[in-house]
């Protein structure tokens, strides 16, 4: 952790991992692929708990807000954030949506209700969240929450430079605040019965959908401001647990506030928001060691093989529609071929974990390592600032972390006239011992005290 101090804020820097939320991402990811596939394969529309799936959305935005905020440096600059996001997510989310064009040219019984030139642009733009939500399901279908996170990252610079100047405290009541706005506000905006303006369409609203976003920055700035959560990992995902088998009765449930949002997908997203905010939270913490006697990180986060699906999570979320679409195709094709079933859904989850390897491995890190490269050498520097202990003192200097401690002042002393210069001993023998010059007993040097020596 790197401590600073710049015009009265004080502002850290961290560099331990938070390999407990990457290993998340699968399976928030992987439950998006399920509620996708499940039907198309098993041909059952009785998806059960599944049917709840795209929830998981919304928990990549809390969780990407936290991330970026753990991980925010105050010297990378605003232009710098933004073009190092665009090398996350565009090239992949281009790759993808070319290869469902070219899926819809080949095989044209697939193609989307909206195949406009217009809808293609918004999407390869991500503005297909916004309204009139015309584009908002075209061709590729699930990089609609790129378009929501692209306006959350345009904002993230500027949220982050206001919140670094809260307390730990401060912060946490200010996530706790956002998430309970979020569901006010999409209550609201559900009472209203806009025209234009669906169940599904507000899940996708960047502005709303930002209040998401926006408790996570909050949470990951109190982190680095010094709290440290007791929430044990097993508490969270309990929690939730709960929560995701009560959707069925809540939701169907013989009162005034859920007969309002019934036959929508909003009423579970409000339900599942506090659930989710508790297992970020619970997640970094466990990370950073809050609950461990030892002070070790928790062993989702020291699973190699989870936190590598992590990694790998953003590429299978992009590529599992246009596999999902190859397989339509192929039966749409084929009028004789029978429903795949449960063989055939294992089969598909394989390919996409496969081809999310292999894209991340050979297409998205190289091609985000190429766009870094490409960066001025003082920001790869800064990017790559060493970390120091959390202890560091805070002086107001701008990085102070990074220069020496401060010295401690001498005692003043009264002046000393000059001092007498020794003459140089005399050589002797090594067998001659030499006798010490007595000092006379007036010597100036007496009076000054060991501070001045």
Not at 5 to 20: H, I, M, P, W, Y
Not at 267 to 275: I, T
Not at 394 to 421: E, I, K
């Amino acid at each position: 952790m790197i401590v600073a101090e710049s015009n009265g804020t004080r502002v850290t820097t961290t560099s331990a991992r938070l390999d407990s939320l990457t290993a998340l991402r699968f399976f928030a990811a992987f439950a998006v692929v399920l509620y996708h596939s499940w039907w198309a394969f098993t041909g059952n529309p009785d998806i059960g708990l599944l049917h709840y799936g795209y929830t998981a959305v919304g928990f990549f935005f809390t969780l990407s807000g936290l991330v970026l905020a753990w991980s925010w440096k105050p010297i990378t600059g605003t232009v710098t954030h933004l073009r190092r996001r665009a090398a996350r997510i565009l090239p992949l989310h281009w790759l993808m949506l070319a290869a469902m064009v070219g899926i819809y040219l080949m095989w044209p019984v697939v193609r989307p209700l909206t195949d406009t030139k217009g809808a293609l642009l918004r999407e390869a733009l991500l503005l297909q969240a916004w309204p009139p939500f015309d584009a908002l399901l075209t061709f590729n279908y699930p990089s609609w929450s790129l378009s929501t996170e692209a306006f959350c990252y345009l904002l993230f610079p500027f949220l982050m430079i206001g919140l670094v100047r809260l307390s730990a405290r401060r912060l946490v009541w200010l996530a706790a605040a956002l998430g309970a706005g979020y569901v006010a506000a999409a209550c609201a905006l559900h009472l209203l019965a806009v025209p234009t303006l669906s169940d599904g369409a507000m899940l996708a609203l960047p502005p709303l959908q930002f209040l998401k976003f926006a408790a996570g920055v909050a949470l990951g700035a109190a982190l680095r401001a010094g709290w440290r959560p007791r929430v044990p990992l097993w508490t969270a995902f309990l929690t939730l647990t709960v929560v995701v088998l009560c959707l069925p009765a809540a939701t169907s449930a013989d009162v005034a506030f859920a007969a309002a949002f019934r036959g929508g997908p909003l009423f579970a997203d409000l339900l599942l928001v506090g659930p989710m905010m508790l297992l970020v939270v619970a997640a970094a913490g466990s990370d950073l060691g809050c609950w461990s006697r030892t002070g070790r990180p928790g062993l989702l986060g020291r699973s190699r093989v989870l936190v590598t699906l992590g990694e790998w999570s953003f590429a299978m979320y992009l590529v599992h529609a246009p596999l999902l679409y190859l397989m339509y195709a192929y039966r749409m094709t084929h009028p004789g071929v029978p429903v795949l079933g449960y063989p055939g859904l294992a089969a598909y989850l394989v390919a996409c974990v496969a081809a999310a390897g292999v894209l991340h491995v050979f297409f998205e890190k190289p091609v985000e390592r190429w766009v870094r490269n490409r960066e001025p050498a003082r920001r790869r520097a800064a990017a790559a600032t060493p970390a120091v202990p959390a202890t560091t003192p805070v002086h107001p200097t701008h990085v102070t972390a990074l220069l020496p401690a401060p010295r401690t002042p001498s005692t003043p002393t009264a002046t000393l006239p000059p001092a007498t210069p020794r003459p140089a001993p005399a050589t002797a023998s090594r067998a001659v011992p030499v006798i010490p010059r007595q000092e006379p007993a007036t010597a100036p040097m007496a009076a000054a005290g060991p501070a001045s020596r």
